[in-house]
């Protein structure tokens, strides 16, 4: 099992920027991909951005593209985003995530941070 511990979560005016943390623990050699999913008041849970872990290979969704920045640090099993330029569009809860394979199922979950952007 790998547990996974959001932080950094906030209220930031429009055209800000923030940086989430999260902090993986336990079976952290069995994960793959790390990401970043958010979900907005009666939206869909989305994909924002997602790292291999043992490498460097990032992906991120269009909407964040240029303005959001993935990075890690295994030696402290930390997943970052620095979130720049954001807007109110950004507003939601954002889940840290581990794969322990390639695909689409992401098997383990953090509790989410709330971010809000006030325009």
């Known amino acids: 099992q790998v547990q996974l511990v959001e932080s950094g979560g906030g209220l930031v005016q429009a055209g800000g920027s923030l940086r989430l943390s999260c902090a993986a623990s336990g079976r952290t050699a069995s994960i793959y991909n790390m990401g970043w999913f958010r979900q907005a008041p009666g939206k869909e849970r989305e994909f924002v951005a997602k790292i291999r872990w043992g490498g460097a290979s990032t992906y991120y969704a269009s909407s964040v593209k240029g303005r959001f920045t993935i990075s890690k640090d295994n030696a402290k099993n930390m997943l970052y985003l620095q979130m720049n330029s954001l807007n109110a569009e950004d507003t939601a809860v954002y889940f840290c995530?581990?794969?322990?394979?390639?695909?689409?199922?992401?098997?383990?979950w953090g509790q989410g941070t709330q971010v809000t952007v006030s325009s």
């Open positions: 995530t581990a794969q322990r394979s390639a695909g689409t199922v992401y098997d383990y």
